[in-house]
C-alpha cells in the first residue's frame, strides 16, 4: 500500500466496516436514501441483521449475503458487493432475491407476512452490456409494463458506467466507492460533508490494514529467521555426524577392513 494512498472502499473489509456495521449505520441509510425511492420513514427503524440465510431443506445450501437490513414496516434490503466478474453472476443474484423472500417464512406462516425484498448489487465491472445507464432497477412486470407483484426489486449498480460528472444524488456515494488515490477522496470530502465518516472510516482500516501489513512481515521475518536456525543446526548435526563416520572409517581402513 502505497503512503498516499487508502485502502479501496471496495475491499471486502473496508465496505463491510463502513456500511455493514451498527455503528457505522448512518453511512448505510445515507447512501440508500440516495439510490432507493422508498418513504423517508422506512429508515428510522432500519437494523442490520444476520447476514446467514437459513437452510430450506436438510441438504440445502447455507448461503450469507454481504449485507442484510430490515427497515420499520420489514422490508428487507439486500446489498451485495460484486468486485470479480463471474460468467453465472444474474443468477446468483435471483437465488440471492428469492432465498430473501423465502426466509422469511416459517411453518405455518400466511403468505400475506411477505414483505418486500430489494437486492442492491455493486458490480465493479460491466454487467449489463445492453443497457447504458449506471443504475438499472428490475421488477416483475409482463410485457405491457404492468407490475405483477412490488414484492422483489434487483437494483443493479456498474462503477465502470460512471459518469465524470454528477448526476444524481447516488453519484457522489459511487464516485467515493470507485476512488483509489488520497487526492480523490480529500476533494470528495470538502465538496459532500457526508461522505466525511466514510472516508474517517477508510482511513482507519487503511491503517489497520497497513498494520497487518508490517504484523505479517515481521511474523513472516520471525519464521525465516527461526526455520534458517534450524537448517543450520541441522547442517551442523549432519556435518558432525559426517566427520564421524569419516573418522570411523579411516580407523577401520588402518586396521586393515574393508568397507
Excluded at 447512501?31 to 442490520?48: A, N, R, T
Excluded at 421488477?139 to 407483484?149: D, E
Aim: overall charge positive; aromatic content about 10%.
Amino acid at each position: 500500500m502505497k503512503k498516499d494512498n487508502f485502502v479501496s472502499p471496495l475491499q471486502d473489509f473496508v465496505f463491510a466496516e463502513i456500511f455493514g456495521e451498527k455503528r457505522n449505520i448512518d453511512n448505510t441509510k445515507a447512501f440508500l436514501k440516495s439510490l432507493l425511492d422508498i418513504p423517508e420513514d422506512e429508515y428510522d427503524g432500519m437494523v442490520i441483521e444476520s447476514p446467514i440465510l437459513r437452510k430450506i431443506f436438510k441438504q440445502g445450501k447455507t448461503s450469507v449475503v454481504d449485507i442484510k437490513l430490515s427497515t420499520k414496516s420489514g422490508k428487507i434490503i439486500h446489498v451485495e458487493l460484486q468486485v470479480e466478474k463471474k460468467t453465472n453472476l444474474r443468477d446468483r443474484i435471483l437465488y440471492y432475491a428469492v432465498r430473501l423472500i423465502g426466509d422469511q417464512l416459517r411453518w405455518g406462516d400466511d403468505y400475506s407476512k411477505l414483505h418486500q425484498v430489494i437486492s442492491v448489487v455493486i458490480c465493479d465491472h460491466n454487467l449489463l452490456w445492453e443497457e447504458e445507464n449506471y443504475i438499472n432497477e428490475y421488477q416483475l412486470r409482463n410485457k405491457y409494463s404492468r407490475a405483477f407483484t412490488d414484492k422483489l426489486k434487483v437494483v443493479i449498480i456498474e462503477l465502470p458506467k460512471l459518469p465524470k460528472e454528477e448526476d444524481s444524488p447516488a453519484w457522489r456515494w459511487l464516485q467515493f466507492l470507485k476512488s483509489k488515490k488520497k487526492e480523490e477522496f480529500e476533494m470528495l470530502k470538502k465538496k459532500y460533508p457526508e461522505l466525511e465518516k466514510p472516508i474517517f472510516c477508510m482511513r482507519k482500516m487503511s491503517m489497520l490494514e497497513k498494520w497487518r501489513d508490517i504484523r505479517f512481515h515481521k511474523n513472516l521475518w520471525k519464521a525465516d529467521e527461526k526455520a534458517l536456525r534450524r537448517q543450520w543446526q541441522m547442517d551442523a548435526r549432519e556435518e558432525i555426524m559426517a566427520d564421524s563416520k569419516l573418522e570411523i572409517a579411516r580407523n577401520l581402513q588402518a586396521k586393515g577392513s574393508t568397507f
